[in-house]
């Protein structure tokens, strides 16, 4: 469950996700953080499966892309970390998996957070560079729209803070949860992070889900969000 809406989300963007025995390769062309994904099969991961997993995958990753390995451990694991470097992959943000009951949500009293329109995606995705300090990616956000819910902050005329939502078969996960860096520490992400889970509860969600940066992990302990794991990510380049 807690790696349901990543994924959900790598498939959407994809041109259809390849099965292999060793895990599911989801390709997409969209530059940015949202990479083309390789989900791994959680029955590999020891010495092993390393092995049978970097043979799957290079009959099915061409060789001019570089996508990122994923696996969600319940636990950190160095051992299956010190495995996949040791094939040629290189770990990039390791993020902890976190939880949060729906039924414990009360109703946000006059939120200022708001969902975002078609027609305000654009600064929407201009604000989210900013607050990760990554290139535009407003092409992927425009295809996800109507997939995803987008939610932002106003400041001074202009959006301040971002996430999106997306809702699959009772979960609700938080993703690009950010502010723009003059605009932190004044609890527009947790006002966003708010109203974002109440919707997801009168949606019919259970459970939110998200995956954690070390920034962000103070923040959505202090909401109430419990670890439940480690999202393992490694950006490994094809070597025929």
Same mark, same amino acid.
């Given at each position: =469950?807690? !790696?349901? /809406? !990543? =994924? +959900?989300?790598?498939?959407? %963007? $994809?041109?259809g996700p390849i099965v292999t025995e060793a895990g599911t390769l989801y390709r997409n062309s969209f530059p940015g953080s949202w990479y083309s994904r390789f989900q791994i099969s959680g029955s590999y991961y020891d010495a092993n499966g390393i092995e049978k997993t970097m043979e799957a995958a290079k009959q099915v990753i061409p060789e001019d892309m570089s996508p990122l390995f994923s696996l969600y451990r319940p636990e950190r694991d160095d051992a299956f970390a010190a495995w996949m470097e040791a094939h040629g992959a290189v770990l990039v943000n390791p993020q902890t998996a976190m939880q949060y009951d729906l039924s414990r949500v009360a109703r946000p009293e006059n939120s200022p957070a708001a969902v975002? $329109?078609?027609? +305000?995606? #654009?600064?929407? @995705?201009?604000?989210?560079? @900013?607050a990760f300090c990554k290139q535009d990616e407003y092409a992927c956000f425009a295809h996800l729209y109507g997939h995803c819910r987008f939610y932002g902050m106003m400041? +001074? *005329? #202009?959006?301040t803070s971002t996430l999106m939502l997306n809702l699959v078969d009772g979960c609700a996960g938080l993703h690009e949860v950010g502010t723009r860096p003059e605009f932190r520490g004044r609890g527009q @992400? *947790? /006002? %966003?992070?708010? %109203?974002? !889970?109440?919707?997801? #509860?009168? @949606?019919?969600?259970?459970?939110?889900?998200l995956q954690a940066s070390a920034r962000g992990y103070p923040l959505y302990r202090r909401f109430g969000f419990m670890d439940c794991g480690i999202l393992y990510n490694f950006r490994w380049n094809h070597t025929p």
């Open positions: =469950m807690t !790696l349901c /809406t !990543l =994924m +959900d989300i790598a498939e959407f %963007l $994809s041109d975002i $329109s078609q027609n +305000d995606l #654009r600064e929407w @995705a201009d604000c989210c560079a @900013a400041q +001074d *005329g #202009r959006i @992400a *947790g /006002t %966003l992070v708010h %109203l974002a !889970l109440w919707d997801a #509860r009168e @949606a019919g969600c259970t459970v939110g889900v």
